[in-house]
C-alpha cells in the first residue's frame, strides 16, 4: 500500500531540507555552527488517545507532544520524520490525521522529511530535530538553590480532562467543555522555550505530572553526592478557574500536582532574573507563573494555603524525602 499513499499523504515540499520524502534518506544542511537537539515520541492506540479520537486531534497531538521536547530544551523546531503503522489503508483517517498534523507542524516551521509506514496496530513514532545555539540548551542538569520555579499556563487541565472522560471525576458537561481541549490538543510552548535561551538555569516540559517532572530537575541538578530540593505554594500553582472550582475534590488536586499531559515547561531561574523571565513571556504571549524555589535542602515539599507542608500522595518520587 506503501508508495501511492506517501505520496498522496506525506510528500510536500520541503524547502528546508536539501532533499525530503522520497529516497533511501533524508539530506539536511544544519545551519553552520548551531547544535541539533533531536527527539523521539511513540503514541499507541488504547494508551495515548482511543480509537474514537478525531484524527486531526490525534495527528496534531503526536507532533505536538514532539514539539514540546524541543520547545523544553529551547530549540528552534526545523525537522520531523514520521513512522506510522495502520491497521488500514483509510484515506479518510490519514486525510484528517495529516491535516491536524501538518498545521501544527507549519505554524512551527517543522517540515516532514521522512518515515517510515506500514501495517499494523495504530502506532506513531515521530522524531523531531531542531536547532540550538551551542551552550545555550536549556538542560535539566542546571538548577540550583535559590532559583525561582516556573511554569507556563495553567496546570492539571488535561489530566482532569482525562479523568473526567473515564469516569473518575464528575463535572457537569459545561466545565468538561472548558478542561477537554487541554487533553487533545495541547500548545508546545516553543516559542517561550527559544526566548527563555540563556535566562533559565533548567527546563523539562510536563508530560508526566509537574511533581515527576520538578523531580527529573532535582535528580538531573544534583551535584555529585550533595541532592537538592524543591519547595512549591499549592496556591501559586496557576490553573483555570473552572479547575480550582473542583480543587476540594482530592482528584483534581492529583492532577495539578501529579496528572500527565499539561505540555506546559516547568523552568527554574534565578531570582535575580525575574524582569527576563516576565519579557521573554511577554515576547512568547504566554503567561508564567512563579510557584516555588529550589531549595539546598532535598525533598519536594509542597506548602498548602495554611502554610503547612501537604502530604504528598502520589510517591514514585519519595527519594527525595527529607
Ligand atoms: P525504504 O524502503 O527505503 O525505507 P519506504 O518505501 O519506506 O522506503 O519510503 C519511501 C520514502 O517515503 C522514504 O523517503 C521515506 O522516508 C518516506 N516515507 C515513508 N513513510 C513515510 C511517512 N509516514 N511520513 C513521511 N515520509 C515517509
Ligand atoms: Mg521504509
Known amino acids: 500500500m506503501e508508495f501511492d499513499l506517501i505520496a498522496r499523504h506525506f510528500t510536500r515540499t520541503t524547502p528546508g531540507a536539501v532533499l525530503g520524502v522520497g529516497d533511501d534518506c533524508a539530506l539536511l544542511a544544519p545551519t553552520p555552527g548551531m547544535q541539533l537537539a533531536v527527539s523521539s515520541d511513540m503514541l499507541l492506540e488504547g494508551r495515548h488517545f482511543s480509537p474514537q479520537d478525531s484524527p486531526a486531534g490525534i495527528g496534531h497531538k503526536s507532533l505536538a507532544v514532539n514539539l514540546s521536547d524541543l520547545a523544553a530544551m529551547g530549540a528552534t523546531p526545523r525537522w520531523a520524520t514520521l513512522a506510522i503503522a495502520l491497521p488500514e489503508e483509510n484515506d479518510a483517517w490519514l486525510t484528517a490525521f495529516t491535516r491536524g498534523f501538518f498545521r501544527l507542524a507549519d505554524l512551527h516551521?517543522?517540515?516532514?522529511?521522512?518515515?517510515?509506514?506500514?501495517?499494523?496496530?495504530?502506532?506513531?513514532?515521530?522524531?523531531?530535530?531542531?536547532?540550538?545555539?551551542?551552550?545555550?540548551?536549556?538542560?535539566?542538569?542546571?538548577?540550583?538553590?535559590?532559583?525561582?520555579?516556573?511554569?507556563?499556563?495553567?496546570?492539571?487541565?488535561?489530566?482532569?480532562?482525562?479523568?473526567?472522560?473515564?469516569?473518575r471525576l464528575f463535572m457537569e458537561q459545561i466545565d468538561a467543555a472548558r478542561v477537554l481541549p487541554a487533553l487533545y490538543l495541547p500548545t508546545p510552548r516553543v516559542e517561550l522555550g527559544i526566548a527563555l535561551r540563556g535566562i533559565a538555569t533548567s527546563a523539562i516540559d510536563i508530560?508526566?505530572?509537574?511533581?515527576?517532572?520538578?523531580?527529573?530537575?532535582?535528580?538531573?541538578?544534583?551535584?555529585?553526592?550533595?541532592?537538592?530540593?524543591?519547595?512549591?505554594?499549592?496556591?501559586?500553582?496557576?490553573?483555570?478557574?473552572?479547575?480550582?472550582?473542583?480543587?476540594?475534590?482530592?482528584?483534581?488536586?492529583?492532577?495539578?500536582?501529579?496528572?500527565?499531559?499539561?505540555?506546559?515547561?516547568?523552568?527554574?531561574?534565578?531570582?535575580?532574573?525575574?524582569?527576563?523571565?516576565?519579557?521573554?513571556?511577554?515576547?512568547?504571549?504566554?503567561?508564567?507563573?512563579?510557584?516555588?524555589?529550589?531549595?539546598?535542602?532535598?525533598?519536594?515539599?509542597?506548602?498548602?494555603?495554611?502554610?503547612?507542608p501537604l502530604p504528598i500522595e502520589r510517591t514514585g518520587y519519595d527519594h527525595f524525602a527529607a
Request: hydrophobic content about 45%; overall charge negative.
Open 109 to 167: 516551521g517543522i517540515e516532514l522529511v521522512g518515515g517510515d509506514t506500514t501495517r499494523g496496530a495504530l502506532t506513531i513514532s515521530i522524531t523531531v530535530m531542531g536547532e540550538v545555539p551551542p551552550g545555550q540548551a536549556l538542560r535539566r542538569d542546571g538548577a540550583q538553590p535559590g532559583d525561582d520555579i516556573w511554569v507556563s499556563g495553567v496546570l492539571g487541565s488535561a489530566a482532569m480532562a482525562l479523568a473526567f472522560r473515564q469516569g
Open 207 to 308: 508530560s508526566d505530572g509537574l511533581l515527576g517532572d520538578l523531580g527529573h530537575i532535582l535528580e538531573r541538578s544534583q551535584t555529585g553526592a550533595r541532592p537538592i530540593g524543591a519547595r512549591l505554594e499549592l496556591a501559586a500553582l496557576p490553573v483555570l478557574p473552572v479547575v480550582q472550582a473542583y480543587l476540594h475534590e482530592a482528584v483534581a488536586r492529583d492532577c495539578v500536582l501529579a496528572g500527565g499531559d499539561d505540555y506546559e515547561l516547568c523552568f527554574t531561574a534565578p531570582a535575580d532574573r525575574r524582569d527576563a523571565v516576565e519579557a521573554a513571556a511577554r515576547s512568547a504571549d504566554v503567561a508564567v507563573t512563579r510557584i516555588g524555589c529550589i531549595t539546598a535542602a532535598p525533598g519536594l515539599v509542597v506548602i498548602d494555603g495554611d502554610g503547612q
